[in-house]
């Protein structure tokens, strides 16, 4: 479970703190070094107090991942000042609203999760299949919110790629998103949170995404990702996440408007397996 407000109100746990430091005083050697794998390492701080934005890596994908390598740094800075494109598949002003099922579907289960969140990946590992399965089946019809918390936490920008890219997914079809988000969060693909931001690299994006036959070769669909179309809609996303104040950590699972799970002194903690999701959301249901 990764803590949203883990920096600002000192939470975290003490091995984490280390690691953290350890992890700082690596990048700042490299940082130093200027230069990493051709590409170089810019960071910067983003105004109004978001937090750390580190130049995305990786020149593979082309795009935004290129001009990072070429020492642009400023991609989400300029994305907050963008004309807004909505993804097909969503409602609201801003296209905030992502619900996936059949509208006439009388529950409602609601995901809060970050792309880079570990937590939010073993759940999809776990209960994926069977969200995607009960979507299908009309027991219930999903309502996604997606935050980018981590990129300020762990520092770098693959939550806000990440959520671009599922934007692109989204516009080709709710089947698509699910499934690339199922791939986003899968063991073969999900990078370590202590690793490098493997979201960060558009490359890496569009290599997952060619698991996913809707997007394999959709060039629609790579163009988006390269070009940054839902880039500002990624950060209004973002924004909308944050304005759940009883959502302090992720993954958060609602059934209606009851956050399931397992109360632990570090909050609410999702269901670790299939039968104990199955088994929670069943209580909760309107029949």
Known sequence: MSNRNSQANKQAARER???????????ERLRRQLVVGGAVVGVLAVAGGIGLAVAKSGGSGGGRGAAAAAGDSKVWVKAAKAKLVKPANTSGPKGTTIIIGKPEAKNTLSLFEDPRCPGCAGFEQTAGATVEKDIKDGKYKA????????DANLQGTGSKNAL?????????????????????YSKEYHPDERGPDKFADDGYLLKVADTVPALKGNAAFQKAVKGGTYDKWALEVSDDFTSYKDVTSTPTVKVNDTVIGTQTPRGMVAPSTVAEFNSMVDKQLKH
Do not use: C, I, M, W
Request: hydrophobic share 45%; no cysteine.
């Open 17 to 27: 703190l280390r690691a953290e430091r350890e992890r700082q005083a690596k990048k």
């Open 143 to 150: 309502a996604y919110h997606l935050g980018t918390f981590l």
């Open 164 to 184: 671009s890219a599922l934007g692109a997914a989204l516009n080709v079809s709710p089947d698509a998103f699910l499934k690339y988000k199922y791939a986003l």
